[in-house]
C-alpha cells in the first residue's frame, strides 16, 4: 500500500483553494496513491474493451440465432460460474496474494478474448464456441471479481475506502459509456471480430499497471482450518448478520429479475426501436451515462450517513424506470428513460458495496466481497435464463416491466426493515473504523461517532 500522504485542499500560502477545485480534489481523492492512479487507468482501458465485447458478443448470438431463449443461455453461461465458484476466490484472495492473483486472472480473461477474436475474424465462429468462452470467462471472473474488490483496501487503505470504491464505479460506467459506442460502429462496418480483439488488445494496460505497482507484502492471516471451512465461515458471516444479509438479499432480488434487462436489449434495439447493432450501442451508453452520474454522486460523499435510504430509493427508482422503458416505443425517448435505469442501477450496486466492506472486517473481506459477487453477478445468469424464457414466451418488453415492479416490491420490503438494523450497522461501521486506525469522528463534520452510521 502506498506511504504516499494525503493533501486535502492546502494551499502553499494556507488559503482555502476555490470551491470547485477543492471540490474536484475531494472527488478524486483516492488518486492521490500511485498504486490505484495505475490501477485506474489500466482498468478503464480494459473496461472500455470489456463492454465492447459484451456488445459485440450479444449481437453475434443474436445474428447467428435470432433467439431470445439463447441470448439467455449465453448470458447464463457467462456468469453461471460466478455463483458456483466465487467463495473459493473470495477464500483464495483472504489467503493469497491479492496482486498476483489479479495478474493471472487478466492475462486468462486476454487470452480468451483473443480465442474469440480470432475464432470470429477467420468466421469459423459458432454459438457453442461463445458458450464455451463465456463459461471459461465466467470462471476466471469468479476468482477476479472478489479479488479485485478486496484489493482496492491494500491499495488506499481504510480512509479512502469509499471514495475508492465509487471512482471504480465510475470508472466502469465511463467504459461503460465508451465502450458500446464505439462497438455499435465496429460491429456496423468491419463486425463483431475486432472488438473482440480490441478486447483483448486492452487488457495488456491493465496487466502492465499491475506489474508497475509497488505493493507492500500483504501478509495474509494464516487461517485455520481447511478451504472449505473458510468459505463456510464467509457464508455464515454473511447469512447472521443482519445488515449485511439485507443488504445482500436485495442485490439479488434486483441481479435476479431486474438487470437480466441487459440480455434483452438487443430485441429492443432490432425489433422494438428499430436501431440496428449502432442503436444496442446508444441504448447500452445511455444507461452507462446514468450509471457515471450516479457513481460520481457517491464519489462526492464524505461517509456512509443516509447510505440506508439511498440503497432503497435507487432500487425503488430502477424498478419504476424499468417499467416506464418497457413501455416506450420511440428510440430517443427509450434512450433518455435508460439514463435514470442506469444511474439507480449503480447508486445501489455501489453504495451496497460500500455498506458492506465498511462493516466487514479485513480477515473476512474477500469472502464476504465474494458473497457480494454471488448476489450481484452470480444471480444474474439464472435471471438471464428466466428472461429469455419469458421473453419467447410473452414478449420482451413484459418481461421487463414484471421484472421492474417486482424491484419495487423488494425496495418497500427493504425500507421497512432497515430501520431495524441501523443500529447494528452503525455498530458495526465504528469498530472497522476504529480498528482501522481511523477515528470514526473524522467521517463526519460535526465529530458526533452516532452520525458515522446509515440512516
Avoid at 463483431?192 to 507492500?216: D, H, P, Q, R
Avoid at 447472521?240 to 443488504?247: I, Q
Avoid at 450516479?294 to 461517509?303: F, N, P
Wanted: hydrophobic content about 55%; overall charge positive.
Amino acid at each position: 500500500m502506498d506511504s504516499e500522504p494525503h493533501h486535502r485542499g492546502k494551499t502553499t500560502a494556507g488559503r482555502q483553494p476555490p470551491p470547485l477545485r477543492f471540490e474536484l480534489s475531494h472527488v478524486l481523492r483516492a488518486l492521490q496513491y500511485r498504486n490505484y492512479r495505475l490501477f485506474f487507468s489500466g482498468q478503464f482501458i480494459s473496461l472500455t474493451g470489456t463492454w465492447m465485447q459484451t456488445v459485440a458478443q450479444a449481437w453475434l448470438v443474436y445474428r447467428l440465432t435470432g433467439s431470445a431463449i439463447l441470448l439467455g443461455f449465453v448470458g447464463f453461461a457467462g456468469q453461471f460460474p460466478v455463483f458456483l465458484f466465487a467463495t473459493l476466490g473470495g477464500a483464495f484472495a483472504d489467503r493469497h496474494n491479492r496482486h498476483r492473483i489479479l495478474i493471472i486472472t487478466q492475462t486468462s480473461s486476454m487470452l480468451l478474448a483473443f480465442c474469440l477474436a480470432a475464432l470470429t475474424i477467420t468466421d469459423y465462429v459458432q454459438v457453442w464456441h461463445v458458450f464455451i468462452l463465456a463459461s471459461l470467462l465466467g470462471l476466471v471472473n469468479a476468482f477476479d471479481v472478489p479479488t479485485r474488490q478486496a484489493f482496492v483496501v491494500d491499495m488506499v487503505g481504510r480512509n479512502d475506502l469509499i471514495n475508492a470504491i465509487a471512482l471504480n464505479s465510475s470508472m466502469f460506467n465511463g467504459a461503460r459509456i465508451i465502450g458500446p459506442t464505439i462497438a455499435g460502429v465496429l460491429v456496423a462496418t468491419v463486425g463483431e471480430g475486432w472488438c473482440f480483439f480490441a478486447n483483448a488488445v486492452s487488457y495488456i494496460a491493465v496487466i502492465i499497471g499491475l506489474l508497475l505497482m509497488k505493493i507492500t507484502r500483504q501478509e495474509r492471516v494464516s487461517l485455520p482450518g481447511s478451504t472449505l471451512a473458510s468459505i463456510i465461515e464467509g457464508l455464515g458471516y454473511a447469512a447472521r448478520t443482519g445488515p449485511v444479509r439485507a443488504l445482500l438479499l436485495l442485490l439479488g432480488l434486483v441481479s435476479l429479475l431486474g438487470m437480466p434487462y441487459v440480455v434483452l436489449m438487443p430485441i429492443f434495439a432490432d425489433q422494438i426501436l428499430h436501431g440496428g447493432a449502432q442503436g444496442l450501442g446508444v441504448l447500452m451508453g445511455a444507461a452507462g451515462v446514468g450509471a457515471l452520474i450516479g457513481a460520481l454522486s457517491l464519489a462526492a460523499r464524505q461517509g456512509v450517513r443516509g447510505l440506508g435510504r439511498v440503497i432503497a430509493f435507487a432500487a425503488g427508482g430502477f424498478g419504476a424506470s424499468l417499467i416506464l422503458f418497457s413501455l416506450s416505443r420511440s428510440f430517443w425517448l427509450s434512450a433518455a428513460l435508460l439514463v435514470p435505469v442506469g444511474f439507480c442501477m449503480m447508486v445501489q450496486m455501489a453504495a451496497s458495496n460500500t455498506m458492506v466492506q465498511s462493516m466487514v472486517p479485513d480477515k473476512l473481506r474477500g469472502r464476504v466481497m465474494a458473497v457480494h459477487s454471488m448476489m450481484f453477478m452470480g444471480m444474474a445468469p439464472f435471471g438471464a435464463l428466466l428472461a429469455g424464457a419469458l421473453a419467447h414466451h410473452l414478449s420482451a418488453p413484459i418481461t421487463v416491466t414484471l421484472g421492474g415492479a417486482v424491484c419495487i416490491v423488494g425496495a418497500a420490503v427493504f425500507w421497512s426493515r432497515w430501520p431495524l438494523l441501523r443500529h447494528e450497522a452503525r455498530q458495526m461501521i465504528v469498530a472497522m473504523q476504529m480498528a482501522g486506525g481511523e477515528p470514526a469522528e473524522e467521517t463526519t463534520s460535526g465529530g458526533n461517532i452516532a452520525s458515522v452510521g446509515p440512516r
